[in-house]
């Protein structure tokens, strides 16, 4: 207890030291923020900046952060994995004694109505990044949530159906690989690793900013394979596995 309240204490005295610093709200002083405003448009024909920084400004950095995903999901999949003597079975509820709760009309007529939406609207977010507030990363999540209303809307043996679950790991290695990729074919081209080297395109056009509409959709394929990897996992792990 004592270590904690000396811990605690001298926590909140950095804190407040580092509050009492901050500029005032509204009060911008980073002029690495004002370059980026400056040379993103007219130079990359991006009207969205956070996509030009991430994508290609620092789009080294940013090839890191997207296989730290790739390695936490391949975690989970390690820890996760079924056992290999393990007869063929069916999924119903883990909890003993407990029947599983039947899915309503109105879930299930709800999530089929959700789902086009759900995939249309990834789509957009990912394919309009350079555009607009979104990209491969936000694109993806709202697209990995597209099984989940499939499962919502039928049974778990249905999910893995429609979902196999080796395309869903081919969509996983080759939206990673294909960031690193594309890296590589810019220095083939004679210029540096992820060096914009395509056509940049019209300002506001789908196809503006060279390479940044590949990379985007790189991060989504990646990004949507790697949650959807997680989300069966956990439901094989949390659904009992039962002889048929």
């Given amino acids: 207890m004592t270590l904690f309240l000396g811990s605690a204490v001298a926590l909140a005295i950095l804190l407040a030291c580092s509050f009492a610093a901050l500029p005032p709200t509204g009060d911008y002083r980073g002029p690495y923020g004002d370059l980026v405003n400056a040379v993103t448009v007219p130079e990359r024909n991006?009207?969205?900046?956070?996509?030009?920084?991430?994508?290609?400004?620092?789009g080294f950095d940013t090839l890191g952060e997207e296989f730290i995903l790739f390695v936490s999901v391949m975690g989970v999949l390690l820890l996760l994995r079924?056992?290999?003597?393990?007869?063929?079975?069916?999924?119903?509820?883990?909890?003993?004694?407990?029947?599983?709760?039947?899915?309503?009309?109105?879930?299930?007529v709800t999530a089929l109505l959700l789902l086009p939406v759900v995939v249309l609207f990834g789509i957009y977010v990912v394919t309009h990044g350079q555009l607009?507030?979104?990209?491969?990363?936000?694109?993806?999540?709202?697209?990995?949530?597209?099984?989940?209303?499939?499962?919502?809307?039928?049974?778990f043996g249905n999910f893995r159906k429609a979902?196999?679950?080796?395309?869903?790991?081919?969509?996983?290695?080759?939206?990673?690989?294909?960031?690193?990729?594309?890296?590589?074919?810019?220095?083939?081209?004679?210029?540096?690793?992820?060096?914009n080297v395509l056509p940049l395109g019209s300002k506001g056009t789908i196809l503006s900013g060279?390479?940044?509409?590949?990379?985007?959709?790189?991060?989504?394929?990646e990004v949507t394979g790697g949650l959807?990897?997680?989300?069966m996992v956990y439901l094989e792990?949390?659904?009992?596995?039962?002889e048929e």
């Avoid at 079924?82 to 299930?108: L, M, T, Y």
């Avoid at 607009?132 to 049974?155: D, H, N, R």
């Fill in 46 to 58: 991006v009207t969205d900046t956070v996509t030009a920084v991430n994508f290609d400004i620092r």
């Fill in 82 to 108: 079924p056992q290999g003597n393990e007869p063929r079975r069916r999924h119903e509820d883990r909890e003993q004694g407990r029947p599983a709760v039947p899915i309503s009309d109105a879930v299930r």
């Fill in 132 to 155: 607009t507030p979104g990209g491969g990363f936000q694109g993806g999540v709202i697209l990995a949530t597209a099984p989940l209303f499939l499962y919502l809307a039928g049974e």
């Fill in 163 to 195: 979902v196999p679950r080796t395309l869903v790991h081919i969509a996983e290695a080759v939206g990673g690989g294909g960031y690193a990729a594309i890296g590589l074919a810019c220095l083939g081209a004679g210029a540096a690793f992820l060096q």
């Fill in 210 to 221: 060279g390479t940044i509409p590949l990379i985007n959709a790189s991060v989504g394929l």
């Fill in 228 to 231: 959807v990897l997680g989300l």
């Fill in 237 to 242: 792990e949390t659904l009992e596995l039962k």
